[in-house]
């Protein structure tokens, strides 16, 4: 999961930067807002897939026995954080 949010980081990475040459080649405002709205969509996409796979990692340790790196609440503040 962590390599599908590096994915879509890098999508939006590539979408930031063409907001960012539609600004300075001054695109029409229309234009340029849609595109910034995908960005900030990826961004927040690859944000929970973050949380979605710490909870996974964290769940999986505690089944092993062993204490988690992050706790739930923290997991939780970081998510409503996206939210």
Not at 29 to 54: E, Y
Request: net charge neutral; with cysteine.
């Amino acid at each position: 999961m962590v390599g599908d949010a590096l994915t879509r980081l890098r999508r939006a990475h590539g979408q930031l930067a063409g907001v960012i040459s539609m600004i300075e080649a001054g695109e029409d405002c229309v234009k340029v807002l849609t595109q910034l709205a995908a960005v900030s969509k990826a961004l927040d996409r690859a944000g929970f897939k973050l949380v979605a796979s710490g909870l996974r990692y964290c769940h999986a340790a505690r089944e092993r026995g062993e204490e988690a790196p992050i706790s739930e609440a923290e997991l939780e503040k970081l998510f409503l954080a996206l939210a």
